[in-house]
């Protein structure tokens, strides 16, 4: 049997399909298992040993499908479901299953805030798109495969070489982020070596957060491609991080996790995901969803804006930093000490 998972963006999306990955070629051995996505998420892909094959999107969708016809799919499971994927399935005249993307209910609860979305990852979600092949969830988590190469001392300041905590300052939209201004009084509240995990185009917001205590606070945006950013994940102690790529790469390092929310919600099922754990039941205590439940006008969108349409930016701009640094200290290890 040949199988072909779709999913085209974006890096925290791609990570949350790894359980299924996982769970399809562990419990059939015997399956060749393909993954088709966009060539500039290659790298999350590319050391992953349960994918025998990765295909890449580009401009040409008809060469694409040209190409995937020659392999002559038994099954295409469709974790994104959307108008490009749907011309993949047709193109490829086999049998699909695609997983329930909830967009009505996602519409009812961004314009109406009436919240009918389920208590439970959006891995679960995909899991539904394999039930019918019975592949089930070992409840295993999240995995991010690492190149050979590794990280050395070198590459992190010594003030760091005995723990740090990892800020992700970055994210895809304005309004996931939390302000510059937020995070110089979380950095002046957090009592430990912080470093600032972020792209190129966080380098400038990530220099003026450090800029008061440039040995305690390290910038390392844009110093770092994708997997040694994934690397610097895997060497913090705790990370606190925007609604991003970066947060669910900690998940799957099992690293204790505290998730800013601005206007998007845990509720859309985008939380950060240990294996077992639903939203409600506080069944992953290495995690805890910081957010400002208090406003009418949140979730604003299902993915984000540049600018806040309201003008204010309560969401991000009224959180309790106070109460983000106790999380920090409540989950740094006691032994690390200080």
Not at 30 to 38: E, R
């Amino acid at each position: 049997m040949k199988v072909l998972v779709i999913r085209f963006s974006s890096i925290g999306d791609i990570v949350l399909t790894t359980p299924v990955v996982r769970c399809i070629k562990q419990q059939y051995p015997a399956y060749k298992l393909h993954y088709l996505t966009k060539q500039s998420f290659s790298s999350l892909l590319t050391y992953n040993p349960y994918i025998d094959k990765v295909h890449y999107l580009d401009d040409d969708l008809k060469k694409l499908t040209d190409e995937l016809k020659k392999e002559k799919f038994d099954y295409v499971i469709d974790l994104h479901n959307n108008i490009r994927t749907l011309r993949v399935k047709k193109a490829l005249d086999t049998t699909s299953y695609s997983f329930p993307k909830l967009n009505f209910k996602k519409w009812l609860y961004t314009n109406f805030k009436i919240n009918l979305m389920p208590d439970k990852s959006i891995v679960e979600r995909y899991f539904e798109a394999v039930k019918p092949l019975n592949v089930r969830n070992d409840s295993k988590g999240l995995d991010y495969f690492l190149p050979d190469r590794k990280l050395t001392e070198r590459d992190i300041p010594m003030s760091h070489w005995g723990g740090f905590v990892g800020f992700v300052i970055g994210g895809s939209y304005g309004t996931k982020k939390l302000p510059v201004e937020q995070w110089k009084k979380l950095c002046d509240l957090v009592p430990y070596p912080i470093m600032l995990l972020g792209g190129p185009e966080d380098l400038n917001e990530g220099l003026e957060i450090a800029a008061p205590d440039t040995i305690r606070i390290y910038n390392s945006c844009g110093k770092f491609n994708l997997n040694e950013s994934a690397e610097l994940v895997k060497y913090a102690r705790v990370i606190v991080s925007n609604d991003t790529g970066l947060m669910h790469i900690a998940a799957a390092f099992q690293k204790p996790v505290i998730s800013l929310w601005g206007n998007t919600t845990p509720e859309m099922g985008m939380f950060p995901y240990y294996g077992y754990n639903n939203l409600n039941d506080r069944t992953a205590t290495q995690s805890v969803n910081i957010e400002n439940t208090s406003l009418g006008c949140r979730p604003c969108s299902k993915l984000g804006y540049k600018k806040c349409p309201k003008g204010h930016f309560k969401c991000m701009n009224d959180l309790d930093m106070k109460h983000v640094a106790e999380q920090v200290v409540k989950f740094w290890p006691k032994e690390a000490g200080r």
